[in-house]
């Protein structure tokens, strides 16, 4: 979509549609507002008299100007309270704006850039905020449908008008932003969405090597024999059930100008996860084309870093590979040395994220970062702990895991801490290995964070069980059915306010 910011007036838009900006308390109309009601003989404010539209947050009304506009439709967009206003409402505002622009199937619209005039709203973020409402709700499902095209049209224009020149270049940086954003997390729903015959490990590993020759990355793909000289037993182990071939994606970015640290991003790239011999069920095994969405999104982060020119070194590392039953497959009670030396115990073939992880983030390690953070949909009891609103955090450095938190509150992907104390070690011990990888039914999101706690030394460490919040089965605001992205907005937003180590 192309995204512009100009000087001018809405009610001289030329567009098919113009957006305005209303708040529940808005007693008179001034400015484009006030051109556009006059020209509609008060059509606008008598909409509010009637109550049918009250710009309470999430309302959008449609009205048609009938020739007295060069445009052919108004959208108002309700943004609640003025006072109540905060970035994450914004683009949820414009999360259903945008859906309504997609219903009635419009190809251009335009803007009037908000002035909130608010201490802790800046120009930049809420146009970064608006522009992610567009286009994250303008993201399309059923990439597999044939027939008829016309169904899938949607915007292609999205204008911002100001009417002084001030701020408009605060409005393009935030437009900038809010695309490469978007981008990133529809980029990861695209992938994510795709059944397991379509995205096998290796079409994963091509899309991260079209999408480093893209960016100017760096990408490294490792085929079994060289996984094997890596000596990362534990991945083989999980991929041995299927004749699809692993592959280890290493991706990295390194910024024209000074750096600040360095940082791995480990993601999970499970293509499809039967479960191994440990075999799912078809109910619980639907869902599960989508448990690369770690992946996905760390390869998207590292892409929308290097767009976004930030000035840290990134290193992204995926280990993909499908989990399957066969009679080759990983076996219940085999004892496997790991990458890092340590010796595990598998008990649950299901529990295989965690296992290809131990050697990622173990390989991650001779990069030698100044932290590490893995993204993973590693355990269905996160789900049942958190539900689907936020993921789970979990950590062994507090600087870190506040400015997640943070960087959840700003990006609208929410996080919540757990624990990681050391009683919980206990339920990995094997009487024959090092660790086992389960330890009961209790509290098994934080046993599995408490196991990959064992490949990272004391590096600073952060990991998101991202499994509650992988997937919607509604669509609501800016979020679209079938995988979310969930990760990316965050990732790229705690990378954006990184801070030297
Ligand atoms: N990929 C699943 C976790 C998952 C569940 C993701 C639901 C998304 C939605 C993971 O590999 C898994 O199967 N975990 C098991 C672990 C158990 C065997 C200890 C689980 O959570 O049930
Ligand atoms: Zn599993
Ligand atoms: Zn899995």
Known sequence: MQIEVKQGRVDSSEDEAVLLNCFEEVKKFVGALKTIDDKLSGAVSHLFETADFSAKLGQAAVLYPQGRLKFSRIILVGLGKRKEITIEKLRRAYGFAGRKLRELKLKSASVQALELNLPNIKLQESSQAMVEGILLSNYQLGRYKTGDENERISLQKFTFLKEIRKGIGEIKKGAEDGEIISWA????????????????????????????????????????????????NTFLAVASGSKEPPKLIVLEYVPPGKTTNTLALVGKGITFDAGGLSLKST????????????????????????????????????PATENLPSGSALKVGDVIKSHSGKTIEV???????RLILADGLSYARSFKPDAIVDV????????????TICAGLFGNNQRLKTKMIQAGEKSGERVW????????????????ADVKNVGGRFGGAILAAKFLQNFVGDLPWIHLDIAGVD??????????????????????QFLKDWKRM
């Open 185 to 232: 997390t529809n980029f990861s729903r695209d992938l994510a969405n795709q059944p397991g015959n379509y995205l096998t490990p290796t079409r994963l590993a091509d899309e991260a090597s079209r999408l480093a020759e893209e960016n100017n990355l760096k990408c490294t793909v490792f085929s079994a024999s060289q996984i094997k000289k890596l000596k990362m």
């Open 283 to 318: 109910e619980n095994m639907v869902e599960m084309k989508g448990d690369m969405m770690g992946g996905a999104v760390v390869i998207s982060v590292v892409a929308g870093c290097a767009k976004l020119g930030l000035p840290l070194h990134l290193i992204g590392i995926i």
């Open 347 to 353: 008990l649950n073939t299901d529990a295989e994220g």
């Open 376 to 387: 993973a949909t590693l355990t269905g009891t996160i789900k049942l702990a958190l539900g």
């Open 417 to 432: 801490e757990m624990p990681l104390w050391k009683e919980y070690d206990e339920f990995l011990k094997s009487d024959l």
């Open 471 to 492: 997937f919607r089965e509604k669509e609501n605001s800016y979020h679209t059915k079938g995988a979310t992205g969930f990760g990316a907005r965050l990732l790229l």
